[in-house]
């Protein structure tokens, strides 16, 4: 009995990872055999383990088959199966439940072949891959583990792989041939694998398909050992010098070597393992290393090439599997809670329309310092959007919202309000070419509203879209106000005695006011998408996926979208009251503004009147009038001239006071009330009591957990948990 090669406990360790079948998950250090079918694997495995496998070529391997040799004191075998990753929990629960009593070797030889019919059954193998009307399948992901435990054993784990063919045979189909060479692939393609290349010597290495993948996967050859079979089925002189140059590394060197090893034949041979290997005393074996030759020289070196690689690949795979355990929880994390129960749902939901109300509360108040979600999306920054639209509204006021340029007013610089970048009047691409500065309004039609810079959505939703209008290409006011007041009082006068008619007044306003539903519908326009951004922005970010904000957005569009149309609305009801309605104001202003101009207009006409004497001195604040000069005009102005510059002087007092009235219930109305602050805000839709108020089947259909989302979180905590199962295992 042989001292142990290796560090039992280390080994032993990593048995149990592979039990927890972390393999795809963790790279652990194994010893894979592999080959083409009827490469001899079978009965290297049967010199290796004593395990009489089936060397018939139509009992070829099915499945993945772990031997683990260990000494002990009692001598025993055990066999399990390990549910392959594509197995479902019901065939998992199936398979872990299956095990067989321990055998003594000698019985368990004996009883192999019936034990590999239960396996199969238990697998659902096909028995005979030439019998089409049998059901089950050909192949496996599966895992047979057998456990043998002698006195005699050193530890050892081989795992081998079905063997690689090229023509489906039989109930073989091509798609079988895909899933072995996969299944091959996915063993040597482990950089902590040792390949256990199997080569019959009797056949040219060159056609065998296993040397040519593991040079893919090991292209220098470092960590592939090569096992030539079947020495003793070479007849010819040539043939056993090919083998011997092999072995020697002359031919397809590799760093691990070759070994030479005589197996048990496919037919009742009863020769045992000293027998034959009595040929490598014979030219040109004898001239070979000894320690290249037969099964103990190359299970020796298979027990301390796995003991090396197994302890210096120990440490780092302590810190593999905690970094496996940390992506875990961070996918979990992304998923979110479980949201199965009605509870999980609802209270999934509240917080997420808590963080909801907590950002809009932020942005109402211009709190930005309270999230840094403000400082990285300008788009959230509701309360500073509004204001400044507010201030584009007054300046569009100003430059753009009376048609006829009022007498003393100073022009707007030439393109004043055409090249504002107000956002309500850069709304529309169609508007970024220069048109005519003086030029009618054109048709407003509503337009396609661009997202804000740095958004992932290139246009509004189409409901959105359709509801908003940009303000339209408008010049300057006009000049000309006193002709145009002429012409308007010789179409409206009646038999008034030195003062303007009312009706005259309401036509001259409703005229000179003509632009502020353009302006006004453009401004709450681009409130509603200032608002309408910050919702879908804001929903992007408490959301843990753009799915999720995209149906919560559909959920609660057909409450917030009334919502936008209110403030529009209202916005159209108030430019209807100003412009429909008897002007009037108990504005004191009013008066004033009226007394203003008219002092304006006498103080000009008197400073026309002005003498000078030659008292030899000047004065800006003494002049000296002619009294008849004054009498003189007083006694000529005609009453229609008269009554023209009253209404001038009337309608631009009035235009004044109303323009700041209507700007003001613009914006607290249409916009503070409707848009913002008000109980009818579209801000408030998603709130807690939303959520409160939804049924069970519309809670489920927003955030209830998916099929495929619950099947992935139950496969991550499972993987997390034979992580961390690992970790202790690791630790004991």
Not at 478 to 484: F, K, L, V
Not at 518 to 546: G, K, N
Not at 665 to 677: E, F, G, P, R, T
Request: hydrophobic share 35%.
């Amino acid at each position: 009995m042989s001292a142990p090669i290796t560090n039992r406990a280390t080994l032993e360790k990593v048995d149990k990872l592979r039990e927890l079948n972390i393999r795809d998950q963790v790279s652990l250090p194994q010893l894979v055999v592999v080959g083409d079918q009827s490469s001899g694997k079978s009965s290297l495995l049967e010199s290796l383990t004593g395990i009489p496998f089936p060397t018939n070529t139509e009992l070829c391997t099915r499945y993945v088959t772990q031997i683990t040799c260990r000494r002990d004191i009692d001598s025993r075998v055990e066999v399990s199966l390990i549910p392959g990753p594509s197995a479902t929990p019901e065939r998992r629960a199936k398979l872990e439940a299956f095990s067989h009593v321990p055998l003594g070797p000698e019985e368990f030889r004996n009883k192999f072949a019936d034990i590999l019919s239960e396996v199969n059954e238990c697998l659902g193998i096909r028995l005979d891959i030439n019998d089409a009307s049998s059901s089950g399948t050909v192949f496996t992901d599966d895992i047979l583990k057998i456990e043998i435990s002698s006195p005699d054993e050193d530890y050892l784990t081989i795992i081998d792989v079905p063997g690689i063919f090229r023509t489906a045979q039989g109930v073989t189909t091509d798609r079988d041939i895909v899933l072995v060479r996969n299944m091959v692939q996915s063993y040597i393609q482990d950089p902590r694998t040792i390949i256990l290349a199997v080569l019959p010597a009797n056949v040219d290495t060159a056609t065998q398909e296993i040397l040519t993948l593991s040079e893919k996967y090991d292209p220098h050859g470092e960590r592939t050992l090569g096992i030539l079979t079947k020495p003793d089925l070479i007849l010819e002189s040539a043939g056993k010098r090919t083998a011997c140059s092999i072995v020697l590394g002359q031919r397809k060197p590799l760093k691990l070597g070759y070994f030479l090893v005589c197996n048990r034949g496919p037919d009742n041979d009863v020769r045992t393992l000293a027998e034959r290997e009595v040929m490598f005393r014979e030219e040109p074996w004898s001239s070979l290393p000894k320690e290249r030759l037969g099964v103990a020289a190359l299970k020796r070196t298979l027990g301390e090439l796995l003991g090396s690689l197994t302890k210096s690949v120990f440490g780092a795979l302590r810190l593999e599997i905690q970094e496996k355990i940390e992506q875990a929880e961070e996918r979990i994390q992304e998923l979110g809670s479980p949201r199965e129960s009605e509870q999980e749902q609802r209270m999934f939901l509240s917080s997420i329309a808590d963080k909801f109300g907590s950002l809009v509360m932020s942005a109402l108040h211009g709190h930005y310092s309270q999230d840094d979600a403000f400082e990285k999306n300008p788009d959230l920054r509701l309360c500073t959007k509004i204001v400044n639209l507010a201030d584009d509204l007054v300046r569009d006021f100003e430059n753009l919202g009376h048609s006829y340029r009022f007498e003393k007013e100073t022009p707007a610089p030439v393109g004043e309000g055409i090249k504002s970048e107000s956002p309500h009047r850069r709304m529309s691409a169609d508007l970024d070419t220069e048109p005519e500065l003086i030029s009618p309004p054109t048709t407003r039609t509503p337009v396609s509203l661009a997202l804000s810079s740095g958004s992932t959505e290139t246009t509004f939703d189409k409901d959105i879209s359709s509801l908003l209008h940009a303000l339209p290409t408008y010049g300057p006011p006009r000049p000309g106000i006193q002709e145009w007041i002429v012409n308007l009082h010789r179409e409206y006068r009646g038999q008034e005695l030195m003062s303007p008619g009312p009706a005259i007044l309401s036509s001259a306003f409703k005229e000179q006011s003509a632009r502020w539903a353009d302006i006004a519908s453009s401004f709450v326009s681009a409130c509603v998408q200032a608002v309408h951004t910050f919702i879908r922005r804001a929903l992007s970010l408490v959301c843990p996926s753009e799915t999720l904000a995209s149906e919560l957005w559909n959920a609660i569009s057909d409450e917030v979208i009334p919502r936008y149309k209110k403030s529009l609305e209202k916005a159209a009801y108030l430019v209807k009251i100003e412009r429909s309605l008897r002007p009037y104001t108990l504005n004191h202003l009013f008066s004033a503004e009226v007394m203003k101009t008219r002092s304006v207009r006498l103080s000009e006409k008197v400073k026309g009147m002005r003498t000078n004497k030659g008292y030899g001195y000047d004065s800006s604040e003494t002049m000296e009038i002619d009294i008849n000069a004054i009498q003189n005009f007083a006694d000529h102005e005609a009453n229609t001239s008269h009554l023209n510059h009253e209404i001038h002087d009337v309608l631009k007092a009035y235009y004044k006071v109303a323009a700041q009235r209507f700007q003001d219930n613009l914006y607290m109305q249409a916009v503070s009330d409707c848009l913002m602050s008000g109980k009818e805000s579209p801000l408030w839709v998603f709130s807690q009591k939303w959520v409160i108020g939804l049924g069970v089947g519309e809670l489920e259909g927003l955030v209830g957990d998916s099929l495929d989302r619950k099947l992935l979180r139950r496969e991550i905590k499972e993987k997390k948990e034979n992580l961390e199962k690992a970790v202790k295992i690791l630790r004991g």
